[in-house]
């Protein structure tokens, strides 16, 4: 009897997690945060940042394929909050998505358990908080997705794993920054770059003393995984290690073609994972630099950060120049290093069969957009648009309003698909994607600073890029076999870049530029994948605890204002069931014991 009601609780706890989009004999990966501000001085002024366990910047969220993630985070900030998961594709859960159009913020003193499963992925990420500029102040940290152990990896196992968050830096704080935008008032140079918090070693007299610095302990002859993302506001940066090779193995995801690179511009947003083997004689230490392309450098010259790359038996500090990096104007050479980013076909990932078994580029395109990012005045006000409409945020958000069908939230489709003559307007811009459709994506960027653009719930691929404008014949020139899968692109100055997207993700999913800038004055859009034949298979429910807010207020019946007493921690912990299910099973094991004597 005791095997039999076994059998009926095992089979009713797979029910549960079924239901709720867990796979019964995956594990979970438990955090509690604590969000909160903090006060440091990065770069020699106090300020405050946001801090998660007060760490900045915050945990490193380390799991594994197809493991579900439960983070519950408190707001202890004075405004409301929203984490989003850069390149986690949050499968049918775009609930999970943590952007205004799929969640209501968390209310200052309130939490919210985030629910997700990494399925079919593995890679770098990386999270930050979504509204209100609150990147610009912190609130990010890393994401690695390890691979299951029956999955062989293309290369060696390394010695050590390092989590660098490379960005711009202002002094003034998100508050400041989005004050000065909501003004018409541009953000203008940053004060600095960051590398993981901190601010640069002094390689000269430039840097103000009393500066911590980052530093990177290893051991001769051993190779490091560096796992790098730029999570700055509108920078992109060349990072390199003076005399160091790094090998390029995966991205946002992706394994790529290995490559040896001595330095990889890294835009806003991206993520890159190198290889560096410790092979040189540590006569001293040796330079870690992150610097912003294609700027003036004489005007932008303290625009770098610096860490320091120590071996264990190194002979002495790090002194003279910083290690050159590509001519800042060099366009060509970033344009040329990205096209040579190319999928590895023969390598998996999240499963056995190699990365190039599926080929995208048989796949007819359905549904093509074509976007021109423009920078517009509208009502007075500075904004930021693509093809000529701003987005504007309404105060329900787009998942919810869709769930329970209200009108005059937002209108479907009125987005047009190419540019077309027209004043700019705003508007909440939501268009169709057709569920198993095959999106082309071409983005032109007519202005003067690199673009970077980001597709939540999806790995696209990126077909092509070129220099000038996009026509009918650029289809020729695009890469229909190895073009590698991520999730943020750039695109360069007077220049076009081109995605492909196959929409098997139901759900609401943000299409957004990463300068936050540009974000935040509208530069956005979403696309619904809807399914109609509405089922848990393509789609899971509205999780139970969604937190309700604009014309669906009055649905909020408690606040939501106490950590669980899930055991966690700032790095997590690992189990095949969590604490709320294991109360579910309390309740229902009465039912179950009855089962076995009808």
Not at 325 to 354: C, H, V
Not at 495 to 521: H, K
């Amino acid at each position: 009897m005791g095997g039999t009601c076994g059998a009926v609780l095992f089979s009713l706890v797979c029910a549960i997690l079924f239901f709720r989009g867990g796979e019964c004999l995956d594990p979970f990966s438990y955090y509690e945060w604590t969000v909160s501000y903090m006060t440091v001085a990065p770069l020699g002024v106090q300020q405050k940042v946001i801090a998660i366990n007060g760490e900045f910047p915050g945990p490193i969220i380390n799991t594994t394929t197809n493991y579900n993630v439960q983070i519950n985070v408190l707001n202890n900030l004075d405004e409301q909050l929203l984490l989003t998961w850069n390149g986690i594709q949050q499968r049918r859960e775009s609930w999970q998505d943590g952007v205004s159009g799929t969640n209501c913020g968390i209310p200052p003193s309130w939490n919210w358990t985030y629910s997700f499963q990494v399925k079919d992925q593995i890679g770098s990420f990386c999270y930050f908080p979504s509204l209100s500029l609150q990147r610009a102040s912190g609130g990010f940290g890393g994401i690695t997705v390890n691979n299951r152990a029956i999955i062989a990896v293309p290369f060696g196992t390394p010695d050590g794993d390092f989590t660098v968050m490379i960005g711009d830096w202002y002094i003034a704080g998100h508050k400041a920054l989005k004050s000065g935008l909501d003004k018409g008032q541009l953000p203008g140079m940053p004060d600095g770059v960051l590398i993981n918090g901190k601010g640069p070693y002094p390689y000269n007299d430039s840097v103000p003393k009393g500066i911590n610095w980052e530093t990177f302990t290893v051991q001769p002859g051993k190779t490091y995984r560096f796992r790098i993302s730029n999570v700055g506001s509108s920078t992109s940066l060349n990072f390199r290690i003076q005399n160091h090779n790094m090998l390029l193995v995966e991205t946002e995801g992706s394994y790529v073609t290995q490559m040896n690179f001595t330095s990889l511009d890294i835009h806003v947003g991206q993520t890159y994972s190198v290889l560096v083997t410790m092979d040189q004689n540590a006569t001293s230490d040796y330079y870690i630099v992150a610097s912003a392309r294609f700027v003036n450098t004489t005007i932008w010259a303290n625009v770098t950060g610096v860490a320091i790359l120590h071996y264990t038996n190194s002979q002495g500090p790090a002194s003279g120049p910083l290690p050159d990096g590509p001519n800042l104007y060099d366009q060509f050479f970033s344009l040329n290093q990205a096209r040579s980013i190319r999928w590895n076909l023969t390598a998996g990932a999240a499963r056995p069969n190699p990365q190039g078994s599926f080929h995208y580029g048989q796949i007819n395109v359905t549904q093509t957009l074509l976007l021109r990012g423009s920078s517009q005045v509208i009502n007075g006000n500075v904004r930021y648009a693509l093809n000529d409409v701003s987005y504007s945020t309404p105060s329900t958000p787009l998942k919810l309003a869709d769930y329970y069908n209200l009108s005059g939230v937002y209108t479907l489709d009125t987005f047009p698909p190419k540019p077309i003559s027209k004043s700019p307007i705003l508007q909440a811009s939501v268009i169709s994607g057709t569920y198993r459709g095959f999106m082309e994506i071409i983005l032109q960027n007519d202005d003067s600073v690199v673009q970077s653009f980001h597709l939540d719930g999806y790995a696209f691929f990126v077909v092509g890029m070129d220099s000038g404008n996009w026509s009918e014949a650029s289809r020729g020139t695009y890469d229909k076999w190895d073009g590698v899968a991520r999730s943020t692109t750039q695109v360069f100055p007077n220049s076009w870049t081109v995605i492909m997207a196959e929409l098997d993700n139901v759900g609401m999913w943000n299409f957004r530029s990463e300068l936050l800038p540009n974000w935040y004055l509208g530069q956005e859009l979403y696309i619904r994948v809807y399914n109609p034949e509405n089922n848990n298979k393509t789609e899971f429910p509205i999780p139970d605890n969604a937190i309700y807010c604009g014309e669906l207020n009055y649905l909020q019946k408690r606040p939501y204002n106490t950590l669980s007493k899930v055991k966690s921690s700032s790095t997590g912990g690992q189990s095949f069931a969590p604490l709320s299910l294991f109360k579910l099973i309390l309740v229902i094991a009465p039912v179950s014991w009855s089962l076995l004597y009808l």
